[in-house]
């Protein structure tokens, strides 16, 4: 695979982390209270599982919940005069705390299962 087409293909992972955060921080308490949060958690650990498959590498699995981590950091975070996106509510508290652990379950698998390994069946 060519260098060009690598880097477009994490930069477009990255990117789609990204959008998830910011749609997730604005959607999560649509519906009844914390469904519409998990089903947010449950994309983002998709999405960094699907990462690492396609590229076959950990970072493919890596770059989209650094997106979403920074996403979120920044829309959780309070402005100085008081106002908040990600409330400290029931869906708002599911979604964070539950996307951070689907990203980093979707890191972790990603990492132990699609981790580039050397050649495997003979000597070295």
């Given at each position: ?7 477009v ?7 789609f ?7 997730g921080?604005?959607?999560?308490g649509?519906?009844p209270?914390?469904l ?7 994309a983002i650990?998709?999405t ?6 396609g590229t076959?590498?950990?970072?493919g699995?890596f770059?989209p ?9 920044v829309l959780?975070?309070g402005?100085?005069?008081g106002?908040?996106?990600?409330t400290?509510s ?9 996307g ?10 990603g990492?132990?299962?699609w981790?580039r ?7 070295r």
């Amino acid at each position: 695979m060519s260098r060009g087409l690598t880097t477009v293909t994490y930069l477009a992972l990255f990117g789609f982390g990204s959008a998830q955060g910011v749609v997730g921080a604005f959607y999560y308490g649509a519906g009844p209270a914390p469904l519409a949060a998990v089903g947010f958690d449950v994309a983002i650990l998709a999405t960094c599982l699907l990462g690492a498959w396609g590229t076959r590498h950990v970072l493919g699995g890596f770059t989209p919940a650094v997106g979403w981590f920074i996403a979120t950091f920044v829309l959780a975070s309070g402005t100085s005069g008081g106002s908040v996106i990600i409330t400290a509510s029931s869906a708002g508290e599911w979604f964070l705390f539950g996307g951070a652990i689907g990203a980093m379950m979707g890191m972790v698998a990603g990492f132990t299962l699609w981790a580039r390994r050397g050649p495997t069946g003979g000597p070295r």
